[in-house]
């Protein structure tokens, strides 16, 4: 049974930082693409970061270039979504994704992978 498990989100100021994490099981984490989305009340959901399967690169939306980091630790079955610079423009809740049948797409939209978690919110505000 293929689960996704997210972490790390909570209140911070703006420009603080925040590390989530999604934590895979019941499939090869490595051998996967891993996508986190988002979405905020009343707005679209918006793919921000993938990392294509085994060590095909990463790709983010413009929107997090720079300030976003996407990584794995395959030991762990976890993948991280660092956060640098944070805007309260980047409240929303933060889903992870996988899916078996494709990798990343360049445009990052994710948000229609196969597999979801239950999310993590984060809030950014002073």
């Known amino acids: 049974q293929v689960q996704l498990v997210e972490s790390g989100g909570g209140l911070v100021q703006p420009g603080g930082s925040l590390k989530l994490s999604c934590t895979g099981s019941?499939?090869?984490?490595?051998?996967?693409?891993i996508g986190w989305f988002r979405q905020a009340p009343g707005k679209q959901r918006e793919g921000v970061a993938c990392?294509?399967?085994?060590?095909?690169?990463?790709y983010y939306s413009d929107s997090v270039k720079g300030r976003f980091t996407i990584s794995r630790d395959n030991d762990k079955s976890t993948v991280y979504l660092q956060m640098n610079s944070l805007k309260p423009e980047d409240t929303a809740d933060y889903f992870c994704?996988?899916?078996?049948?494709?990798?990343?797409?360049?445009?990052?939209?994710?948000?229609?992978?196969?597999?979801w978690g239950q999310g993590t919110p984060v809030t950014v505000s002073s």
């Open positions: 019941g499939f090869m984490v490595e051998h996967a693409p």
């Open positions: 990392m294509r399967a085994r060590y095909g690169g990463s």
């Open positions: 994704t996988t899916d078996f049948a494709r990798d990343c797409p360049r445009s990052v939209n994710v948000y229609d992978f196969d597999y």
